[in-house]
């Protein structure tokens, strides 16, 4: 890693002036060096800079927010691989996110915009290809981040619906009240409308906001794994837990075990989200790659965790496994809260549990309106200019904001008609990102001898290229694995459609490029700043040391 002294030197990226000659200013009207930075990376300053070091890893952990994920998809891998399965996955998959984040970080912190990883994709490919492949990796990372908050509000009406139902009466078999798919998504749509309106806040009041919730999160968290282990009766022995593997998907036991990876896989993703919030954090190319670092490490742990107390706390009873995987509740994690708390104990532990989902909700889609606002100053959208404009108000992308919630809204009408194609949308949301992330950097390792990559402050040094390896090679192999269908034999029914929603993102992107917007669209948009320090340079006697990552990094001698 960086030292201190050097990410000093890279931040003020002071003026060297030659002996005798007046120092000139670089740009006079930048007030600071995340302004500076953002200038020469060619954007002005339009938002607030409000996210502080905690507040801002505050707001990576909450991207993930392992308390409202784990509990939502801990049934899919105790259904196809067991309790084993469940574990290790998790473990397995924690480390190699980490690698991935890692990978991401050193990247984002070389340029620390609100296009996150769409931008740097300008920037590691050469002149001739940058306009496509910021094309396909913007719209992948911009579709995916919206089905994950779309997946994230409709998890949340479950979750809500399904602490009604846990109230109902109930018969030995099912519960009195059962909620609709109709009920859901109007649900749901509720839910993104309140998202819209916390993301149209200003960023100061979004920092105040966003500081409490990884504090709740991981707080929330270890109390509930406290009680549900000194609660719950029959707790099942430590040889289960971790070394109990299932062929629930009818694929074998070490194919049921890959597929077991869903769960940390639709958790453990958005790693560029911190990166979206870059031009309203203070010292961003420092604090957004290390709040991304810690964010994935804690969350990791945490979740291990989770997942390690709920399957102590399945029924150590004949039959206690497969009655937990079809519990009336719907969700196993439900049923051990209700098995270890009771009706009102359950219910409060759910509650805590839904609330860390709403804050999942609210930071996915701070992180999709500003990736929406990026892509739109950039021309790429529809009415782009109406989209990247600033509200003058509250100083943040309003306009942007409400598309989100719009097309968010959409999908989930989908999910009235049809479970099956809803599920399809959501299966796509970590192979979505996830590849998006990792053609970025196969490409910056691809083209490394003809683009020269400068890091920012925080760069992985010797490590570089082989957790660039790891990363890729893990992302290609468990997003095919991710897109099989989990059950054999297959059937209509538990066919797995994420490789359809694929399909269709990758005709999108290019039928469109192709169809006219590869005449109009060039890639991010940055004004000519090297021709004005090119110019002063020449005035100056080249009195100018440029900073890190984007400042024509192109011109190789």
């Not at 002071?14 to 009207?29: E, L």
């Not at 929330?220 to 009680?227: K, P, R």
């Not at 070490?254 to 896989?265: D, H, I, P, Q, T």
């Not at 660039?468 to 192999?477: C, L």
Request: glycine content about 8%; hydrophobic content about 45%; aromatic content about 12%.
């Amino acid at each position: 890693m960086a030292s201190t002294d050097e990410k000093l030197t890279i931040l003020t990226a002071t003026p060297v002036v030659n002996r005798g000659q007046k120092k000139k200013p670089h740009m006079p009207t930048i007030e600071d060096d995340d302004e500076r930075l953002l200038n020469q990376i060619g954007y002005t300053q339009d938002l607030s800079r409000h996210f502080t070091k905690w507040s801002t890893l505050s707001y990576a952990i909450s991207v993930l927010g392992v308390l409202g994920s784990v509990p939502a998809t801990f049934g899919s891998p105790l259904s196809l691989g067991g309790p084993g399965s469940s574990v290790w996955a998790w473990f397995i998959g924690s480390l190699m996110a980490w690698c991935i984040s890692s990978s991401v970080a050193e990247l984002v912190s070389a340029y620390p915009t609100a296009g996150g990883m769409y931008f740097v994709t300008r920037n590691v490919v050469p002149p001739e290809h940058a306009a496509l492949w910021s094309w396909v990796i913007g719209w992948c990372n911009l579709l995916g981040q919206t089905a994950g908050v779309a997946s994230v509000g409709y998890t949340v009406s479950q979750m809500i619906l399904a602490a009604a139902s846990m109230n109902s009466a109930f018969d030995g078999e099912s519960y009195a009240y059962s909620p609709t798919p109709l009920q859901i998504v109007l649900l749901s749509i509720g839910l993104l409308v309140i998202f819209g309106i916390i993301c149209s806040l200003t960023t100061h009041a979004l920092h105040k906001l966003v500081i409490w919730f990884a504090p709740i999160n991981i707080i929330a968290s270890t109390a509930i794994c406290i009680a549900l282990l000194i609660l719950t009766p029959n707790k099942q022995s430590f040889s289960w837990v971790f070394g109990h593997f299932t062929n629930g998907s009818g694929w074998g036991t070490g194919f049921s075990f890959l597929l077991s990876f869903l769960s940390v896989a639709w958790t453990m993703t958005d790693y560029d989200g911190t990166t979206h919030m870059s031009e309203e954090t203070h010292d961003a190319a420092i604090r957004g790659p290390m709040a991304i670092r810690h964010a994935v490490t804690i969350s990791g742990i945490v979740g291990w965790m989770l997942t390690i107390t709920f399957c102590f706390c399945i029924p150590n009873v004949p039959d206690g496994l497969p009655n937990m995987i079809s519990t009336p509740t719907g969700l196993p994690a439900a049923q051990i809260f209700l098995n270890a708390g009771g009706q009102k104990g359950g219910t409060v532990m759910w509650f805590f549990v839904i609330l860390v989902q709403f804050f999942t909700g609210c930071s996915a889609m701070l992180a999709d309106t500003r990736m929406a606002y990026a892509f739109s100053r950039d021309g790429a959208l529809p009415f782009s200019p109406f989209f990247a404009r600033v509200n003058k108000l509250t100083n943040t992308p309003i306009n942007a904001v409400w598309l989100i919630v719009a097309f968010a809204c959409c999908l989930n009408l989908i999910g009235i008609g049809s479970t099956q194609t809803i599920v399809a949308i959501f299966n796509i949301t970590a192979p979505a990102l996830d590849l998006s992330y990792a053609f970025v950097i196969l490409a910056r390792n691809y083209y490394a001898s003809r683009i020269i990559f400068v890091p920012g402050p925080f760069t992985l040094g010797k490590w570089q290229k082989l957790l660039n390896g790891v990363a890729v090679t893990w992302v290609f192999f468990i997003s095919v694995v991710l897109m099989f269908p989990t059950l054999r034999p297959v059937t209509s029914t538990n066919m797995n459609y994420a490789s359809v929603v694929a399909s269709f993102i990758a005709v999108f992107s290019f039928g469109w490029w192709w169809a006219g917007a590869r005449t109009t669209y060039t890639g991010p948009k940055t004004r000519d700043l090297l021709g004005e320090v090119e110019s002063q340079e020449e005035d100056g006697g080249r009195d100018e040391v440029l900073v890190y990552g984007s400042m024509d990094q192109r011109r190789c001698p």
